[in-house]
């Protein structure tokens, strides 16, 4: 699933050749790149790539070809960039935290309960002591 901001994070071609017509549009929109008529998938991703050289969002290139892919209709998945790797990371964290915090609320329950257990059975046996002392 492509996410906008990964891409900005870390721009890359192989991204944009790996994403749908309508995440296209939304990465000229991000760039406030006019995108005027109904341009093909593949005349907007040259066109956006053309873009993005243009303005330093992407390496310099061969901007006069078109892209392309291994093999037709297959597109090799982009691989990681270090900024992505570090969101992955950074909400893996975050998951952990989350995780260490209902821990720590699940034990704090059982002690309580644990607690009021332990001062039911003082209370039953010092009523027991009581009764024992009248009788």
């Known amino acids: 699933m492509f996410d906008l901001h990964v891409f900005i994070l870390a721009p890359t071609e ?5 994403i749908t017509r309508d995440d296209l549009v939304r990465v000229a929109g991000h760039y406030k790149f006019e995108v005027s008529g109904s341009p093909s998938k593949a005349e907007l ?6 873009d ?3 303005c330093g969002v992407l390496g310099k290139g061969p901007a006069d070809e078109p ?3 291994p093999t037709p ?3 090799p998945p982009p691989t990681p960039s270090k900024a992505s790797i570090e969101l992955k990371r950074l909400h893996l964290r975050e998951m952990e935290l989350e995780w260490e915090r209902e821990k720590s609320k699940l034990k704090d329950r059982q002690r ?3 607690d009021r257990q332990f ?4 209370t039953e046996h010092e009523l027991r002591l009581k009764d024992l002392e009248f009788n």
């Open 14 to 18: 192989e991204a944009l050749l790996s």
């Open 45 to 50: 991703q040259k066109k956006l790539i053309d």
């Open 52 to 54: 993005l050289r243009d």
């Open 67 to 69: 892209p392309t892919s």
């Open 73 to 75: 209709g297959k597109v």
């Open 112 to 114: 309580k309960l644990k």
């Open 119 to 122: 001062g039911n059975e003082i």
